[in-house]
């Protein structure tokens, strides 16, 4: 129901811990590397959401996924990199939005 929508994801696709990478829907449904990354789950439900719900989905996405330190370890902080990652992108949001 919301016309902006701003997702931030973790990825490992093979790039320095703490690269951004800003990817469209259509990149998520199309690109093999991306469809083989942790991307996967969340393509599998944008995908749905647009072809059961595509009025109620969002007109303006954005995506950020960032390149995990370690992707298998849950914690609850972020490595120093992925912070500053996370920081550039508020940056990018608050920016998107103004």
Same mark, same amino acid.
């Given at each position: 129901?919301?016309?902006?929508?701003?997702?931030?994801?973790?990825?490992?696709?093979?790039?320095?811990?703490?690269? #951004?990478?800003? !990817?469209?829907?259509? @990149?998520? =449904?199309?690109?093999?590397?991306?469809? +083989?990354?942790?991307?996967?789950?969340?393509?599998?439900?944008?995908?749905?959401?647009?072809?059961?719900?595509?009025?109620?989905?969002?007109?303006?996405?954005? #995506?950020?996924? !960032?390149?995990?330190? @370690?992707? =298998?370890?849950?914690?609850?902080?972020? +490595?120093?990199?992925?912070?500053?990652?996370?920081?550039?992108?508020?940056?990018?949001?608050?920016?998107?939005?103004?």
């Amino acid at each position: 129901g919301y016309d902006d929508v701003v997702i931030i994801d973790a990825c490992k696709m093979g790039h320095e811990p703490g690269t #951004i990478l800003e !990817v469209s829907v259509d @990149d998520i =449904f199309s690109d093999h590397q991306l469809a +083989s990354s942790h991307a996967v789950t969340l393509g599998s439900t944008l995908k749905v959401g647009y072809d059961l719900f595509e009025d109620e989905m969002p007109k303006k996405l954005k #995506i950020y996924l !960032v390149e995990a330190e @370690d992707f =298998f370890e849950f914690t609850k902080e972020c +490595s120093p990199r992925v912070e500053v990652a996370i920081g550039k992108i508020v940056e990018r949001i608050n920016t998107y939005f103004s």
